[in-house]
């Protein structure tokens, strides 16, 4: 029970930091310790890189001064971030558990995207996140493989504002994120001048260009333009949701023969590799792919955001955010939408003709885990946006260190080894086994008797859960479907799945005290 609490503590505890620019706690530490290292990695789950860090902390141990906590600006409204107590578990933990060995090189990230080698699969979204020389060549110098550039057209981008708004959750400034950008503002000639400074200045990095035009010619020039400013691939823009004209972004994308001539038309003006970004706003995203490879386009990439309507203004009686008192449908993005994602790459690499093709991953991609949802389910390249827009471009070493450290403790050598390996085992729902259950057992040792449990099943399950003053549930075999619900809302994760069993068979619920 102990180590659970402190467990959870702890998480609970590293989330509470700012992740703050120029991080005031190294800056104090005498001993040139990085706390704001380790803290990062565990905000950012990346767990065994935050012991790995803790690990190498070892003055924090014995320090008695705590200037990293004084330090904190967490203390100017309240406690500051307890870095010692974080520190100290992190630096147990790798003490008892099996970390990779450090003797070894960590695995290869590199890959192979469109026929383009890369460093790592991971690249700046075009989007805000990437829409100038500084911002881009900043990112590439903290290890970004490549950029994405914020999508070039000759239609006259004009911006409102305010233009974002958030959903959020405790501790975390937003799960999702709704955005109301259209496309670049910067002239044509500016922005090709970008791509070429960048291509030359970083010519082992990864420049994509995104373009967007409103009739066949325009994206024919358009991708002339980027192959003469030595792009790398082009990504067609079929997927913006908040275009004020008709005939562009999503429109386009849910149309399979404009997706047909506009990718054929952008083939004309390049020789280069082509890419068709889609919309989530529809049922059937199969078809327009199959049309943009008919048009010649070399890989899909997916998905962009999800028309949405975040919040409504109280006082305002519009949607958020409001601009001069009206709003509108817009974008959105963010972890929040991972799952939407991840169900549309699943059929787009399971289709036997686009399967075929490189996919490019989007979709509220914020750790290495969510990274490897996407890898696993055959993505070769992986765009990130939101949590830039969130933690900044310093998200990209616990990305990187995150999944190399996994594929370490697995044994993978490197990345395509993991691509597709879940895609089997993602079947028809009339293919699953429905003859055996998996009912839960109950840890007593991390019991804390809180009764969530029982609430969750008593309203919304099968009353299986018994909850007597002793505050020790029990479960009731002959009620329990093993729907697993109890496990999903246990504070201290004291609920496991048992072994899966013929559904006559009984089953011992509890484990040894």
């Known amino acids: 029970m102990k180590d659970c609490i402190t467990k959870n503590t702890i998480r609970e505890e590293a989330n509470r930091c700012w992740m703050c620019h120029a991080p005031v706690c190294s800056a104090a530490c005498k001993a040139r310790m990085q706390p704001s290292r380790m803290l990062r990695s565990l905000r950012l789950e990346n767990e065994d890189g935050a012991i790995r860090h803790a690990r190498q902390m ?123 950008e259209q496309l670049s503002e910067a002239p044509i000639p500016t922005n090709f001048d970008i791509l070429y400074r960048l291509k030359q200045h970083y010519p082992d990095k990864l420049i994509v260009s995104s373009i967007m035009g409103q009739m066949e010619e325009e994206w024919t020039k358009l991708a002339h333009f980027s192959t003469l400013a030595g792009a790398d691939i082009i990504e067609c823009n079929f997927s913006c949701p908040q275009m004020t004209n008709e005939g562009m972004g999503s429109d386009v994308g849910q149309n399979p023969l404009l997706v047909r001539s506009f990718t054929a038309a952008t083939c004309r003006g390049t020789h280069l590799p082509v890419i068709a970004k889609m919309t989530p706003n529809l049922a059937d995203m199969i078809s327009v792919a199959r049309a943009a490879r008919e048009g010649g386009a070399t890989g899909i990439a997916a998905i962009k ?51 075929q093709m490189p996919l490019s991953g989007i979709g509220g991609i914020e750790t290495w885990r969510d990274a490897l949802d996407f890898l696993l ?38 990345l395509s080894e993991l691509s597709g390996l879940a895609l089997s085992n993602i079947v028809p729902p009339e293919s699953l086994n429905r003859s055996t259950i998996c009912r839960p057992v109950i840890d007593r040792k991390l019991c804390c008797g809180c009764g969530w449990c029982f609430i969750s099943c008593s309203d919304g399950g099968h009353q299986a859960i018994f909850f007597p003053p002793s505050r020790r549930p029990s479960i009731c075999e002959e009620q329990c479907v093993g729907c697993l619900l109890c496990s999903l809302v246990c504070p201290t994760g004291a609920i496991k799945q048992g072994e899966r069993m013929e559904k006559a068979r009984g089953q011992q619920l509890f484990l040894p005290e």
């Open 58 to 180: 070892d003055a924090c141990l014995t320090c008695t001064t705590r200037a990293c906590e004084k330090a904190c600006l967490h203390g100017r409204t309240g406690q500051a971030v307890k870095i010692q107590k974080i520190a100290g578990f992190l630096y147990r933990q790798g003490t008892t558990i099996d970390l990779p060995d450090k003797e070894q090189p960590l695995p290869d990230l590199s890959i192979d995207f469109c026929g383009i080698r890369c460093e790592n699969p991971f690249i700046l979204a075009s989007s805000p996140v990437a829409h100038n020389y500084e911002m881009c060549a900043r990112a590439l110098e903290a290890g970004w493989a490549g950029i994405c550039f914020k999508t070039i057209s000759y239609y006259p981008a004009q911006e409102v504002s305010p233009r974002f708004d958030q959903v959020q959750q405790a501790g975390v400034p937003f799960i999702g994120f709704k955005n109301m």
């Open 377 to 414: 389910l055959g993505c070769t390249n992986l765009q990130v946006c939101t949590s830039v827009m969130q933690y900044g471009y310093r998200i990209i070493d616990d990305l990187r260190e995150g999944l190399q450290l996994y594929m370490q403790r697995k044994r993978y050598k490197n």
């Open 305 to 355: 955001t999800i028309k949405s309507i975040t919040r409504i203004d109280e006082e305002a009686l519009t949607a958020l955010p409001v601009i001069a008192g009206k709003s509108c449908v817009s974008g959105y993005s963010g972890k929040a939408v991972r799952p939407v994602a991840l169900r549309f790459i699943h059929e787009l690499a399971s289709d036997p003709v686009v399967g």
